[in-house]
């Protein structure tokens, strides 16, 4: 690790150009038609639209903010979530809370923060590099890789090469989860480097070594390559049970109110990009405790007099994350899969998650693709119905909490129902 810049001044933000300010006030109107119009909240038409006014608009909008990028397939919105209120300890922050992650939604989320002093945004992965190009980052944070989306996303080392070369020689200080090999290749082009200790479940994509294809050895948590010698690098900050240690050895502990392992983790790198901005890991640690749901995700809600709790998992590596909240058996589980653009129209993967998992739980199956997930489910051994509608799939489940884990479209539909 070299650089570790600490907390910078806050400048006076100049006054925007009258270009700039008339795409802002463009896709504010354009957002506001489009929420009453009943068409979501607006904010990606809204920075369309802007974008079209002026190009670039986002490079204005970045200029006089502490930039932190947050990429990966899998806990970017949350790592986001976490980070945002991180480093509130030091100053306002804007962000793209609610997951908009490409240009035009991070341009309408920005476009919102003229008091800030950072700009924590979430990227989607094809577009990290455009988007450092233009708001010249302090920090980047690069969690994971793993396959997503297989019709519209890269294969998996495409995508790490892209990375590679696109922030090689970069100016940000990279935070980077040392455990993954693709995310540890892509960020060891870079002059400035921390390296988190923050584990890596799912291995699937990553035994074969990036730099080289030979097959990567996993002796415990170490990793390296035989072939080429390419290896796990020596981490300056590690998660040990609820404890991020710190580069000095300081132990600090993790409370939240968001569960699981893979929190835990968010939470480390979190803590590590905090750092980098002189918030010292203690008073990050802190804060995160106040964030509870990020994006609906975790919620507990009531439907029909039950208890529901919500869970989004997009691909093999979120499900398998997500199945370690679920309690034992028979704790009942909705699950809903769509097919549609925002989620990727392959649902190959579906045969890529241990669903054995599942064995013992009255499971109910609905979305778009039920009939897909259903003979996947008939495969695993694992006892399940098939239903049309959530009001149907609450009345056949037994008594006790029911965990609804559902992907992207899918899961945006289970919010919708149980506000109905």
């Not at 294809?213 to 415990?220: E, F």
């Not at 529901?308 to 034992?328: H, M, Y």
């Amino acid at each position: 690790m070299s650089g570790n810049p600490g907390t910078t001044g806050l400048s006076a933000r100049e006054p925007l150009p009258a270009r700039a300010k008339l795409a802002v006030t463009a896709g504010r109107v354009t957002a506001a038609v489009s929420r009453r119009a009943g068409r979501g909240s607006g904010s990606v038409i809204g920075g369309k639209v802007s974008l079209r006014v002026d190009p670039d608009l986002l490079r204005t909008l970045a200029k006089d903010l502490d930039v932190v990028l947050v990429s990966a397939t899998n806990g970017k919105t949350t790592t986001t979530r976490l980070i945002a209120e991180a480093l509130r300890a030091s100053g306002p922050v804007v962000s793209n809370a609610l997951g908009a992650n490409m240009p035009a939604g991070i341009t309408s989320a920005l476009a919102g923060g003229a008091e800030a002093k950072y700009g924590v945004i979430e990227v989607d992965e094809k577009y990290l590099v455009a988007v450092a190009k233009d708001t010249r980052p302090k920090a980047i944070a690069l969690l994971n890789l793993s396959r997503d989306q297989l019709d519209r996303a890269a294969e998996t080392r495409m995508l790490a090469e892209h990375w590679r070369t696109g922030l090689q020689g970069t100016d940000a200080v990279v935070i980077a989860n040392a455990d993954d090999p693709l995310v540890t290749w892509a960020a060891s082009s870079c002059p400035q480097v921390v390296w988190v200790a923050a584990g890596q479940s799912y291995k699937e994509d990553a035994w074969s070594c990036p730099s080289c294809g030979g097959v990567l050895q996993r002796p415990g948590v170490d990793w390296f390559c035989a072939q080429c010698g390419f290896r796990r690098p020596q981490p300056h900050w590690a998660l040990q049970g609820d404890h991020t240690i710190d580069p000095q050895g300081g132990a600090w502990p993790i409370q939240l109110q968001l569960p699981g392992r893979a929190n835990l983790a968010n939470a480390t790198s979190s803590a590590a990009v905090a750092a980098v901005f002189g918030v010292h890991p203690q008073v990050a640690l802190q804060r995160m405790y106040a964030v509870t749901a990020v994006a609906g995700r975790y919620d507990v809600v009531q439907f029909r007099g039950r208890d529901i709790r919500l869970l989004l998992a997009k691909n093999p590596a979120g499900w398998l994350e997500t199945f370690t909240l679920i309690d034992q058996p028979p704790a009942p589980v909705i699950l809903s899969v769509n097919a549609l653009s925002a989620d990727g129209t392959d649902t190959s993967w579906l045969w890529d998650v241990d669903y054995e998992k599942l064995r013992g739980h009255p499971v109910l199956v609905m979305g778009q693709r039920k009939l897909d997930l259903a003979v996947r489910l008939e495969v695993a051994g694992v006892d399940f119905r098939v239903v049309d509608t959530l009001e149907q799939a609450v009345a056949m489940a037994p008594p006790g909490r029911i965990e609804a884990i559902a992907n992207y479209t899918a899961f945006q539909a289970l919010r919708r129902d149980v506000r109905a």
